[in-house]
């Protein structure tokens, strides 16, 4: 006897329908699956005979096959485990139902029958949905995540009986329903903001640019100066994620087993901030069992790299081509995974190794070579990745203390968001969204600059010792102060505070010699 | 330059035979020359001399290094100052413990009216700012500026020096032909060309470390005055300060920020009793012999009235006029120059763009600006 039942596999981001075929045939007992199932699926055969078993159902002592379909592609993980004992019910016509094809079944089972939940349940309710499934079986835990997906009836259940009863039309299970405009629109509310930071005006600014043209950028300052609380509070900055985007950022978390308890949808940008002694695999994604890696958890929101002279050559060698490319690509025996990785960059670095040169409290203990070679050690081409230099000073004790109202991070939010819907309006057909995306070619088109700009970029560069990569990346910041702006032209004062942002051109590693 | 330099050269490498050893053998013996051929009876007389220094004054090796020092002399065209020469300095004469012999790179006079600037090598913008100042100012009225071409304020202040057209004097912690720190090659050689290296090593001593505080007695001992521009708790620089009263020397101090560890040793300088310099007036006024009239000319640029004199100046825009008065010399951070001037951040981040661009403004690491001079 042949069954056939659906379920469902992971390949990058998206699901993919697993056809579970089972064939019971007369012969030795045994027991095998097969199609390139790791670890896990070969273990699912205990799991499933207890499961059937002890749910007081006749596990068949004959010959069993189940292959996992396609065959050529590698399943991971037991949320194959009640697919394959549906399959041998129904291959047993323990379970009579001729409506079998319209149904997915999801879950791990446990010794005593219990369907347990598994990761990665949003992308492959979107594949049901793709792919003309009606109904969804699945553990009630992961209902909740399903059901953010209209279109398809997700029923939750507990425990293998309550399948077979359900397939067998002696049990009612009513469709889970998530109310997902509420999710969606459930108030987003960040626990920190912009205005928990007193004074820093010139980083608020700069940073307020970065968020408005999706810049990579760069924070130098000596430690305690604030960095790192400024940092973590730029996505309260972004503009909100669209519908769209939160399923995507969800669907990434999901797969990663990332997603948090009673939280079917991910309404915020991600904020992730690896310590500086991580692998390249696990900054970018892949190992044997490939899992998105930090950069793509980012996706949509920051990739914050602390101390970032401090991470390993390979490791930011890796990241060179999901900054380029926006995804990343890995690449497995018969297949070619991706893992989008639209991520804005920031960087935060002591100016120096003892970290106290912009402390004017504290004495620079550094040798001249020393403050030299300590910024000066960040490779060309990730400072080709950077658009904005931002120093932070060390807050003095009194500015602490001032009483003026500090703007809220909704205020300079909603500029953040008028800026970016010009850039899109602007993109449109084309397959950028934000001015940090602008190609050489598209600089030309998008931002010219009139006799008075030509003559200050002119002065600037000679007098002021900025380095030849500068001259893209300053137009490309004008270009969004000018939307911030609200203005169709650059004007020269746009093209004045862009120049603002080139410190470590001018100030910082092998340029520091000039000034001290 | 006479054969009898060559004794002379080598007797200021002795090791352990410093000006008081050497100026009781001169007695004893006469000359140099006389004790270079010196047999061991006699050394073995003379009752301070240890074994060890006879086998120095008898050692061949040495004597050839002497050789080799002439020719290293010769090729760098080092000059060689006896202490009994008329034109060993003056003022060095006199003080405790005078180095017999001195190695000239370019000129030195032996009335040379001179102020000593020292200072802190890890020196902030401020300290630099202020020795480069004081120096070009000291300089400019014809006082020669003594340091010691470390990193740093004696940097800064030869720099000053320089700038204003004056006279320096480096005095090194090591040979006259060598280089210390590497990095100051290029400073060394403008100042042969406009004043001079000085040094009590023969050449190609290296700088070593015990080196330093014996030459800072030197750079006291050039000058009418030490300034002591900016030095923390431990400065080497107060070692210098300290011999300066030994040899009655007047000590000046530059005050710095009470919070500033850059500071701590000057500030405890000026609480101990040395001259609080806050303009190079305080300095001048307590030379004697020096015209002051000069100092009734041009105060220096410490200019912060408004500026808003269109005929002297390039036109500039009205927020830029606000942002130039809220400047000094001193350092200040763009919020709070945003702030005083009342203009918000953008405005100010491009204002000051221009006004670096057309010279006015310079900017440090940190987000500090000031007024060039």
Do not use: W
């Given at each position: 006897m042949l069954s056939k039942v659906k379920s469902c596999g992971l390949l990058g981001i998206n699901g993919y329908v697993v056809e579970v075929e089972t064939d019971i045939s007369s012969g030795i007992p045994s027991f095998e699956i097969v199609g390139l199932g790791d670890v896990a699926v070969k273990e699912s055969k205990e799991r499933v005979r207890a499961a059937i078993r002890n749910t007081g159902l006749e596990f068949p002592a004959k010959r069993i096959t189940i292959n996992l379909a396609p065959a050529n592609l590698r399943k991971e993980g037991s949320s194959f485990d009640l697919a394959a004992a549906v399959g041998i019910m129904a291959a047993t016509n323990q379970i009579f139902n001729t409506?079998?094809?319209k149904y997915m079944f999801i879950g791990e089972l446990s010794l005593n029958g219990e369907v347990k939940p598994v990761r990665g349940v949003l992308p492959m309710a979107m594949c049901a949905l793709k792919n003309g499934i009606e109904y969804l079986i699945i553990n009630h835990e992961n209902a909740d995540e399903a059901a953010i997906v209209k279109g398809i009836s997700v029923l939750p259940v507990k425990n293998l009986q309550e399948v077979v009863e359900h397939l067998n039309g002696e049990r009612e299970i009513w469709a889970h329903f998530t109310d997902t405009d509420a999710v969606f629109n459930e108030?987003?509310?960040?626990?920190?903001?912009?205005?928990?930071?007193?004074?820093q005006n010139n980083v608020k600014r700069a940073l307020e640019i970065a968020a408005s043209g999706s810049h990579n950028c760069i924070l130098i300052g000596s430690?305690?100066?604030?960095k790192t609380m400024l940092a973590r509070r730029l996505p309260t900055i972004l503009p909100a994620l669209s519908f769209e985007e939160a399923m995507e950022v969800t669907k990434i978390h999901s797969i990663a087993g990332?997603?948090?308890?009673?939280?079917?949808?991910?309404?915020y940008r991600p904020f992730r901030s690896p310590h500086h002694t991580i692998s390249a695999t696990s900054l970018v994604g892949g190992g044997k069992n490939p899992k998105p890696g930090e950069v793509s958890l980012a996706h949509y929101g920051v990739l914050f790299l602390d101390?970032?002279?401090?991470?390993?050559k390979e490791a930011l060698e890796v990241l060179r081509q999901p900054l380029e490319d926006g995804m990343v690509t890995i690449s497995r025996l018969n297949a070619s995974i991706q893992y989008p990785a639209q991520v804005m960059l920031v960087c935060a670095a002591n100016p120096?190794?003892?970290?106290?040169?912009?402390?004017?409290s504290k004495m620079c203990t550094c040798t001249p070579k020393q403050i030299q070679q300590y910024l000066g050690r960040l490779s060309g081409p990730l400072l080709d990745r950077i658009d904005i230099h931002i120093e932070v000073a060390s807050v003095k004790y009194n500015e602490l203390c001032n009483i003026k109202e500090e703007e809220k991070s909704s205020s300079i939010r909603s500029r953040v968001s008028k800026a970016r819907k010009i850039q899109l309006e602007r993109y449109k057909g084309l397959s950028i969204y934000s001015?940090?995306?602008?190609?050489p070619a598209m600089i030309e088109r998008f931002c010219k600059i009139d006799e008075k700009g030509r003559r200050l970029m002119k002065d600037a560069f000679e007098k002021l010792g900025?380095?030849?990569?500068?001259h893209h990346r300053i137009l490309k910041v004008s270009r969004t102060i000018a939307d911030i702006d609200g203005s169709e032209d650059i004007k020269p004062c746009h093209l004045a505070e862009a120049i603002q942002y080139r410190s470590l051109d001018r100030?910082?590693?092998?340029?520091?010699k000039k000034h001290w | 330059m006479t054969e009898d330099m060559k004794y002379w050269v080598w007797l200021s490498t002795l090791?352990?035979?410093?000006s008081k050893r050497s100026e009781q053998l001169m007695e004893l013996f006469g000359s140099p020359r006389n004790l270079w051929y010196s047999k061991r009876q006699e050394l073995e007389k003379?009752?301070?001399?240890t074994r060890e220094m006879i086998e120095q004054i008898i050692s061949y090796p040495l004597k050839v290094l002497a050789q080799k020092h002439m020719e290293t002399i010769h090729k760098h065209n080092i000059k060689v100052i006896r202490i009994?020469?008329?034109?060993?300095p003056l003022l060095l004469k006199n003080i405790y413990d005078p180095p017999m012999v001195i190695y000239v790179r370019g000129t030195l006079s032996a009335d040379e009216k001179a102020i000593a600037f020292v200072g802190s090598r890890n020196a902030t913008a401020y300290g630099n700012t202020i020795a480069e100042l004081l120096a070009g100012e000291v300089a400019r009225r014809g006082i020669t500026v003594v340091s010691?071409?470390?990193?740093?304020i004696d940097s800064s202040a030869h720099e000053g020096a320089l700038k204003s057209g004056g006279r320096t004097i480096a005095v090194l912690g090591?040979?006259?032909?060598?280089?210390?720190?590497?990095?100051n090659q290029d400073l060394m050689e403008r100042i042969i060309h406009s004043g001079a290296v000085i040094s009590?090593?023969?050449?190609?001593?290296?700088?070593?470390?015990?080196?330093f505080p014996a030459r800072n007695r030197i750079i006291s001992g050039l000058s009418m005055g030490v300034t002591v521009v900016e030095a923390g708790?431990?400065?080497?620089?107060l070692i210098t300060a300290e011999f300066a009263l030994e040899q009655g020397r007047e000590v000046f101090a530059v005050p710095g920020n009470v919070n500033s560890r850059n500071s701590k040793g000057t500030n405890k300088l000026i609480k101990e009793g040395a001259k609080i310099v806050t303009n190079v007036k305080d300095i001048l006024?307590?030379?004697?012999?020096?015209?002051?009239?000069?100092?009734?000319?041009e105060e220096s640029c410490h200019k912060n009235e408004e500026i808003c004199d269109n005929d002297v100046y390039p036109i500039f825009t009205e927020e830029e006029i606000k942002i130039i008065n809220c400047l000094s010399n001193d350092p200040l951070h763009i919020d709070i120059i945003s702030v005083n001037s009342g203009l918000d951040i953008q405005n100010v981040s491009s204002n000051l763009s221009m006004l670096e661009i057309k010279g006015l403004v310079e900017q440090i690491p940190g987000k500090m600006f000031r007024l060039r001079k």
């Open positions: 409506m079998l094809d108030n987003k509310v960040y626990d920190v903001d912009f205005a928990d930071v007193k004074g430690p305690g100066s604030g990332l997603l948090p308890l009673r939280t079917p949808l991910i309404t101390e970032i002279p401090e991470f390993s120096c190794k003892c970290g106290n040169l912009l402390d004017e001015n940090s995306q602008l190609q900025l380095s030849a990569r500068a100030f910082f590693g092998s340029n520091l | 090791p352990g035979i410093g003379v009752h301070f001399l009994i020469d008329e034109s060993y010691g071409l470390a990193r740093g090591c040979g006259p032909d060598i280089a210390y720190p590497p990095d009590e090593y023969a050449p190609g001593t290296p700088p070593l470390r015990g080196n708790e431990k400065s080497g620089s006024e307590e030379l004697n012999g020096v015209d002051l009239l000069d100092l009734l000319e």
